[in-house]
């Protein structure tokens, strides 16, 4: 197994609070790899630094080789890497089966006056677009859930929905901003076997960031743990869960078996 | 009854042209949160185009029509990208005063390219009157009503049925997620302007053909537009059009019984009827007939 995703010391601050300091990690390919920490550790600063939505003050992100360095956002999508929101960044007035279709946007190959124009080539490749739909709606079991606007659906439905359009983009990168937040116990459990299921089907190489260790426990291969913006601990969620910085951290925190 | 239906098919009429120019409004402000009143400019500039393609360049006019609406919507794309696209992160005030400068500067572009002569279409309707059963109205109010549903059919089915069109109401809804799918903002932001330019395009083409002339004022006309998007909502497209018919049908009638019926208010009531109706839906529902409360910029 090759190093896919590569970070190597990445420090940023934003005026006083130096967010976070010197962190370097490497995430192998098809590997499940999970980022931890309490609240304001900067979990969500260095998920916005691999989604190139921050740069870094010093440091690099490589991805198979490549410099995220200067890499737009929206060419995120054409290099394979795929994202979830925190706070859900789906498209509220659409339903599933178009929330799904749109994470296919990169890979739709026909121009923008073919598609306008509705031309035979497009339409054939649009079929074969929603087939691809359909097979997502298949696996996360949204079936039941389509024609209604997903503003109107439950969070555990949307939480899967957005899963399902960062899926639709094929990635070989999947990055997932707290993917369990906001759902409950049985919600928690369906999203462990989607994301475990995703992992089986596509060998999909996965970065969540997560504060559910629990959820962690069962689900990643490595994780990392972060701290006032510095890494305190990198091994499998059973070293990091008995490492003496990691327990000094969480003391008192709820959520950590 | 027969002076209510030729009545009725005028405001129509003028209402399918307010519809047209409210949509321009409606598009724009949906892709990018600009509300751009450089519109009239745009309708005024059209105007001018088609005109020119019919009497100096010897088109058709069912020829020279598209052919306006192309250079129309491309010089919006031009605005857009020279101008607007830079100012995306500025103030919505300061988005808004610019938009205003691009209006005042665009409507001297065709006087001083065409003379500040009022100027004929020599579009194919004219004066001409057609028996609708046994009501007598003008052929061009038949056509621009027509014009305006072809146009919002195919908005229609280009939002409905296209991946642009899907891509564009994502980016409406979430311009942040919509990046992470690889939208190109500046794509989505591009053809919006398009189509509020081809819009304003058909819709000064309608204004200055008929009974009416190409001049200067036609301008003017997008602002009393303003009216029906405020009425439709900013950011609803179906509003837009059932906003421009509803001011379209008050205006003329307005028109017509304001005089005899309320004499003292003057023979002009209904060049300010919109504006009651705007000042009026402000105050009572100022997220509009089909908009949600409280939106962002305006």
Known sequence: M??????????????GVQALKDVSFDVSEGEVFAVIGPNGAGK????????????????SITFRGKSLNGVRRRDLAGMGIARTFQNLGLFDQLDAAENILLGRHNAMRSGFAAAALRLGSARREEREHRERVAEIVDIL??????????????????????IGRALAMDPTLLLLDEPVAGLNREETGRMAEIISEIRRRFSTTILLVEHDMGFLMRLADRVLVLDYGRPIALGTPAEVQSDPAVVAAYLGTEGFV | MIDFIRLLVAGLSLGSVYALIALGFVMVYKATGILNFAQGGLLMLGAYLAQYFINGVGLTFWFALPVAMLVTGLVAMLLQRLVFDRLLSHPAFTVIMATWAVLIVLEQVPPTLFGYDFLTMNDPFGLNIVDLGAVPVFTIDLWTMAFAGIAVGSLAVFFFGTRIGLAMRATASDPEAAIAQGIDPRLIHATAWFIAGALACIAGVMLGGGSRLVSPELSQ??????????????????????????????????????????????????????????????????????????????
């Open chain 2, 221 to 298: 006309i997008a602002l009393r537009a303003i009216p029906a998007v405020i009425l439709g909502g900013l950011a609803s497209p179906i509003g837009a059009v059932v906003g421009g018919l509803l001011i379209g049908i008050a205006e003329v009638l307005t028109a017509t019984w304001a005089p005899s019926m309320v004499p003292w208010m003057g023979k002009n009531l209904h060049l300010v009827m919109p504006y009651f109706l705007l000042v009026g839906f402000l105050m009572l529902r100022p997220q509009g007939l089909f908009g949600k409360a409280a939106s962002g910029r305006v």
């Open chain 1, 141 to 162: 079991g949204l079936g039941a859930q389509l024609g209604v606007p997903s503003a109107l659906l439950p969070y555990g439905a949307r939480k899967l929905i957005e």
């Open chain 1, 2 to 15: 090759s190093a896919m995703l590569l970070a190597s010391d990445i420090s940023i601050r934003f005026g």
């Open chain 1, 44 to 59: 969500t600063t260095l998920f916005n630094c691999l989604t190139a939505a921050y740069r870094p003050d010093s440091g």
